[in-house]
């Protein structure tokens, strides 16, 4: 089988969609009319194809491309994503701490990540695998904060629906054709970027450090997901013993965007995820006086676990000194009348559809 007339390298740490979007583009054809040809009966749009494609897959286009499979197999995510997670990755459904695009037919309802600035730079416009994570906000050259919607019309940035008549590279949005190496992006929050350092350090040397207990890389990300979780528990519940042990560590959630309170970390767009990531950053970093607040202010135990009671082994030192509040269920409560439903379960419903039908 003879390889196709542009030969187009595999940057090393470039995403395995915009290597195949780069393919397509540089030999003239659309990106949807390409893989077609390379696998005629696999909709490879309607997937995450930056999590991996099999073996099989991997031969098939390394013989059109010339590109080995390894290099093909290192530039998807999954070998990273593995770190993040303490339990096995689904095959299907969200993984932890990778961004969820959110797929309908070809379309996102979440857009992938950049920096205006380093696809500005490129010789060659490409979007990174380092972007496809959650915990990722900004860019650590440019210290300003990532982009994932066009600044023009607001649309998720969707590279694998550019079209060859109209696209040259992949700086252009695929929903207005707007360059996108003229965006402008503010500076990302000083916590939020020390927090991705955190990450990436804690991903790089294969552990970290949280309150003197040296952590495995997915146990620290483990920890760090619990801590969202009572962030996000303080803010529902503002006159709590455990709102006012946070706050008098000094961290106020009520500050944080609502959105970034009622969706899943991994389904919120840059704007919510950068201030809960910052506020993280801040409670991951001062345990220990959050700890002693918690006393102080007479919080539960019970307000600090998760899902039946579970809370991992590394954070059972903030309940040490609690009590724990004996809770009775009883019988159902009939209501004869309907009453209205509550401020947070509106606005969860309408992060919900802002996500679904992509609205910015």
């Known amino acids: 089988m003879s390889l196709w007339p542009v030969n187009v390298l595999l940057l090393d740490d470039e995403s395995l969609s915009s290597w195949l979007t780069r393919v397509a583009l540089e030999n003239g054809c659309d990106p949807l009319v390409m893989t077609s040809v390379v696998w005629p009966r696999w909709r490879v749009w309607t997937t995450d194809i930056d999590r991996g494609i099999s073996v099989e897959r991997q031969v098939a286009i390394s013989l059109r491309t010339g590109v080995e499979c390894d290099s093909i197999q ?28 959110g797929t309908r037919n070809r379309s996102y309802r979440g857009g992938v990540q950049f920096c205006p600035y380093c696809i500005a730079e490129d010789p060659i416009p490409y979007f990174r695998r380092l972007w496809r994570f959650s ?33 040259v590279n992949l700086s252009q949005c695929s929903s207005c054709g707007f360059d996108l190496r003229d965006s402008v992006s503010r500076p990302i929050l000083d916590d939020a970027m020390s927090f991705q350092l955190q990450a990436f350090a804690a991903v790089r040397k294969g552990s970290e450090e949280v309150v003197g207990q040296i952590l ?34 000094g961290l106020d959630t009520r500050e944080l965007p609502l959105e970034s309170l009622h969706l ?20 991951l970093n001062n345990l220990d006086i959050f700890a002693c607040n918690l006393s102080s202010q007479g919080a539960q135990a019970n307000s600090l676990m998760g899902r039946q009671g579970s809370l991992p082994p590394a954070l059972t030192f903030l309940v040490e000194q609690l009590g724990r509040e004996d809770r009775f269920l009883g019988a159902p409560r009939k209501h004869i009348f309907k009453k209205p439903r509550s401020d947070i379960s509106v606005i969860k419903a309408w992060a919900r559809f802002k996500r679904k039908y992509r609205i910015g």
């Open 135 to 167: 915990w990722v906000t900004g860019c650590m050259t440019h210290r300003v904060q990532l982009l994932d919607r066009c600044v023009k019309c607001l649309k998720p940035i969707e590279p694998h629906r550019l079209e060859a008549i109209n696209a």
């Open 264 to 283: 899943q970390l991994e389904l919120l767009t840059i704007t919510a995820r950068e201030p809960l990531l910052a506020c993280l950053y801040k409670l």
């Open 216 to 249: 495995s890389t997915n146990q620290w990300f483990d920890v760090c997901r619990h801590l969202i979780v009572i962030l996000r528990r303080s803010n529902s519940q503002p006159d709590s013993a455990l709102a006012k042990a946070l706050y008098k560590s």
């Open 74 to 101: 290192r530039a998807s995510i999954s070998l990273e994503a593995k770190l993040f997670s303490t339990t096995s990755l689904p095959r299907y459904g969200v993984w932890p701490w990778v961004l969820g695009l």
